[in-house]
């Protein structure tokens, strides 16, 4: 009996959330014969549903972002970061410092929002198969043969490149065994829930992404949709340990504990169970070989204070696909050179969000963040990254560079007021 022929793409992309659903689209738009290959049937449930607006480019160069506008998903406007004792707090407006451009962007409901961007995946040209699942890549020096399991059959596919974009799973730098590079950041845990009737502020700032911070953590509140709003928390590990507790009976400790998140949540009801996520801060020392990129979560994941994940999916993904367009063109591998640039300038990407959790995560230096100083406009620079910009240009860097530098003397000196984490004593004289 003859063999069945092995099917031919110019790229196979395993894994189709963001990042694999936008680098098959550029892909697909540049003519070539793309393949996305995808564990789970769409819609599906995933975490990281804000989104930053310096992400609207990428979605805009696709064509997916006209799609993504007419879902229904709940404008975003700005953040805001405050305290769970409800004595600091501090709004931005995108509008206020990045421009009409990125005034605005999207919360979204990620089984919405992936499965917009994987139909449009395939309505520009990409084959999309889901309930795929790739159990094995072999790569050699002209490209790689995927094998992927549909139910109980196995199936063969041949490619001149292949884009891991697995997320979390890290297909390849697990298959591959590959080093991963210390983060530096502590190990953490997040417990996380869609509730309804949670308290909404009025007006535009109805979208807002709310971010409390509380001794050892913080928690985010994403509004959905009229009625569905995301709650987590995240704290270390550590800490988790030391209370004995399991991660929602602290989830729920700390709400009842604190006066703002208290009052947020008076009156609200989860729908749905509750998710842990823990141990999430991870990256790969190299994202590149000669037939294979890694993007977005495949190649790192810092941790989610300022929602950077899918804004670094999707400019990962970009920058993959330009690369192998070019080298494709050449009918050549990619060089040792285009692969450690292209780990290089994702790394700084990521580097740029990593500082600012550090200093997110830092006592004194949360103390700047909350009043940043307006006098140098170094607010302006704080919010370019909480808008996603990772290329600031010469007047946000220096600005950015004299935030790190308050963040170190206010150790000694106190130029911002110092923030208090604990809820003051209850009593017959508290708020007197
Ligand atoms: C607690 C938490 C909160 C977060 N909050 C935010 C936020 O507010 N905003 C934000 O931007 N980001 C947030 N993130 C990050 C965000 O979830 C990710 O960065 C983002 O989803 C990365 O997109 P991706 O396309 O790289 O991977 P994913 O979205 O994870 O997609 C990977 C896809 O690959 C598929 N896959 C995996 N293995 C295989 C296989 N072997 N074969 C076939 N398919 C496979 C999976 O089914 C999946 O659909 C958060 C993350 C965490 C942990």
Known sequence: MVAPAVECFDVVVIGGGPGGSTAGTYLALDGKKALILEREHFPRFHIGESLLPYGNDILQETGAW????????????????????????????????????YAQTFQVERSRFDHVLLKHAAETGCEVREGCIVTEAQM?????????????????????????ATGRDTFIGRQMNLPRKPTLLAKRIATYAHFKNVFRNEGRAGGH????????????????????????????????????????????????????????????????????????SYRFEGFAMPRCL??????????PIFSSGVLMALKSA????????????????????????????????????????????????????????????????????????????????????????????????????????AEPPAGPLAGK
Not at 251 to 274: H, N, P, W
């Open 209 to 280: 992404i709310t971010v409390a911070r509380v001794p050892d953590g913080w928690f985010w509140f994403i509004p959905l949709d009229e009625e569905r709003t995301s709650v987590g928390y995240v704290q270390s590990l550590n800490a988790l340990k030391r209370t004995g507790l399991k991660p929602e009976e602290s989830f729920e400790k700390i709400i009842r504990e604190y006066s703002d998140l208290k009052s947020r949540l008076a009156g609200s009801t989860r729908v749905g169970d509750f998710h842990v996520t823990s141990d999430y």
């Open 294 to 303: 890694m993007v977005g979560d495949a190649a790192g994941f810092v941790d």
């Open 318 to 421: 970009r920058q993959a696909a330009q690369l192998i367009s070019k080298a494709d063109m050449a009918n050549r591998p990619l060089t040792n050179r285009e692969q450690s640039r292209y780990t290089r300038e994702v790394c700084r990407m990521m580097d740029i969000y990593i500082n600012m959790i550090t200093a997110f995560y830092d006592d004194t230096s949360f103390e700047v963040f909350m009043s940043p100083a307006s006098m140098l406009r170094i607010h302006h620079a704080v919010l370019a990254i909480i808008g996603g910009n990772t290329d600031l240009p010469f007047h946000l860097w220096w600005r950015m560079q004299a935030f790190y530098a308050f963040c170190i003397l206010q150790k000694w000196v106190k130029f911002s007021p110092i923030v208090e984490y």
């Open 66 to 101: 006209e799609k993504v506008e007419k879902s229904g998903f709940m404008p975003k406007f700005g953040a805001e970061f405050c305290t769970g004792n409800n004595t600091r707090f501090h709004r931005f407006w995108f509008e206020r410092g990045l421009g009409e451009h």
């Open 140 to 164: 050699d020096d002209e490209g790689v043969t995927i094998f992927y399991q549909d139910g109980i059959t196995r199936h063969e596919v041949r490619a001149r490149w292949l884009v891991d």
